[in-house]
């Protein structure tokens, strides 16, 4: 199997663009994670998906930011307008199910300028 | 103060030696993870446990649940050990609180 697979790996944007980050999970994983590293505040979760439905997104920052899961092998995360305080490295994890040690893919390093 | 906190924050060890990075946590977890973050970037999981022991080749990770504590330990280290190790729990909500990282470096 690939792995979990992220694109793009890195993105570079210029204040108030459209940004959107895709991720692939392990085929028959349910859930899957998206996380946010930044050197100030560590690893953060986002969102999480069960079976393609948003269980939590508490963790998103603000209504700029939304995620979608139209299917068991795809979800993208968008963030519009983008703010350089969004640059950070954002990563998509996987899971059989929520129970489950992650799987994580290897991140999108976002530069917003 | 942190739900997740790690010590220590940052590690350096000559190859062969024993390492410990301790994890203490202030919630009630359903399970706690130890991830691996290499100088590139990607993050491995190398354990989830909820109660006793694990171990796996070089590395072992206990957890005791009354203490709400967690310690992963490498054996006879090697300078390919070198990585941030992230302590992180799951509570009851099912989210992944993180601890901010341990830094290791082990020098040959």
């Known amino acids: 199997d690939a792995g979990v697979i992220q694109s793009p790996r890195h993105e570079v944007t210029e204040m108030g663009q459209e940004v959107t980050l895709r991720c692939k999970p392990i085929s028959g994983h349910n859930s899957l994670f998206w996380y946010r590293q930044t050197m100030m505040r560590g690893l953060e979760l986002l969102i999480y998906?069960?079976?393609?439905?948003?269980?939590?997104d508490s963790g998103m920052p603000e209504d700029r930011f939304s995620a979608k899961m139209p299917n068991a092998s795809f979800s993208t995360l968008k963030i519009q307008p983008s703010e350089p305080r969004d640059s950070a490295v954002y990563f998509c994890?996987?899971?059989?199910?929520?129970?489950?040690?992650?799987?994580f893919g290897p991140g999108t390093r976002l530069l917003v300028l | 103060k942190n739900e997740v906190e790690q010590s220590p924050q940052n590690l350096t060890a000559q190859e062969g030696e024993f390492i410990t990075i301790n994890c203490s946590y202030s919630?009630?977890?359903?399970?706690l993870h130890w991830l691996q973050q290499h100088p590139g970037g990607g993050i491995v999981s190398l354990f989830m446990l909820s109660s006793g022991k694990k171990k796996h080749g070089r590395l072992i990770a206990t957890i005791n649940i009354q203490e709400k504590h967690s310690s992963l330990h490498i054996t006879a280290s090697h300078p390919r050990d070198s990585a941030v190790y992230i302590c992180a729990v799951r509570s009851g909500t099912d989210k992944l609180i993180f601890g901010t990282g341990t830094r290791l470096q082990v020098f040959p």
């Open positions: 994890a996987s899971t059989p199910t929520r129970q489950e040690t992650q799987y």
């Open positions: 919630v009630g977890i359903s399970a």
């Open positions: 998906f069960n079976n393609n439905v948003p269980i939590d």
